[in-house]
């Protein structure tokens, strides 16, 4: 399946990866089964899985200019004491125009868990459809669009992330469930779990841009949540 985050594509894989949440010396991590349903098609050698260029530093050099309400963006892999390889990628934005309502932010995602380096696994890229930012933090859900696990597109999934100095941090909405399509019934919008997981040092960066909602305007007594 192509990627929004680099523009690379590659054929889906005919695999589907299921994941279920176990504690490990008391902390919660996700133990990966892969389900084979045939031959696996496009598998990419380590070399190829190096995650791409991060980009923050232009995105946040240009927000400015396009006054920018909220942005998300950045690519990195999880720190597991094992040998899967999951990356997260992010494109996300809100707009100036948009700034009182979060339900408008635009852009992709996209995931991937492999076992290992340019092993099995699955993948997954979709719309934004929700981000609200807060100092350095970031919460997001989106739509699936294309993915190589069944049952999976068209489902609405969340993320959020810690922009930490030295070693962000990453949520996701299915943390509490095993896998996204364990998730009860449909996922409000900008829903996830806390960003519990570390991420891999010298793998990437995640930026969050902070939203500053402007409450000054709003006539007294109207309802000033987002919608």
């Known amino acids: 399946m192509s990627r929004s985050s680099n523009g690379h594509h590659r054929a889906p894989s005919r695999t589907a990866r299921r994941t279920r949440v176990v504690n490990t010396l008391g902390v919660a991590v996700l133990v990966t089964t892969v389900l084979i349903t045939g031959g696996v098609a496009g598998a990419v050698a380590p070399s190829e899985k190096e995650a791409p260029p991060v980009r923050t530093g232009a995105v946040a050099a240009a927000a400015p200019h396009h006054k920018e309400a909220a942005a998300l963006t950045g690519t990195a892999k999880l720190d597991r004491p094992t040998t899967e390889d999951i990356t997260f990628t992010f494109d996300a934005h809100l707009a100036e125009k948009d700034r009182m309502d979060p339900s408008q932010a635009t852009g992709t995602f996209h995931f991937e868990h492999l076992d290992k380096p340019g092993g099995e696994g699955a993948e997954a890229e979709g719309r934004i459809d929700c981000l609200v930012t807060g ?47 364990d998730q009860p019934g449909e996922l409000s919008k900008c829903t996830s779990a806390a960003p519990f997981e570390k991420v891999r040092k010298g793998t990437g960066d995640f930026e969050v841009l902070p939203w500053a909602p402007d409450f000054s305007g709003t006539p007294e007594g109207q309802d000033r949540r987002p919608r």
Do not use: C, N
């Not at 930490?164 to 299915?174: E, H, I, K, P």
């Open 135 to 181: 100092g350095k933090v970031a919460t997001a859900t989106g739509v699936v669009t294309k993915t190589d696990m069944p049952g999976l597109k068209g489902l609405r999934v969340g993320f959020s992330v810690h922009d930490v100095r030295g070693q962000d941090r990453l949520g996701y909405s299915w943390a509490a469930y095993g896998t996204p399509l």
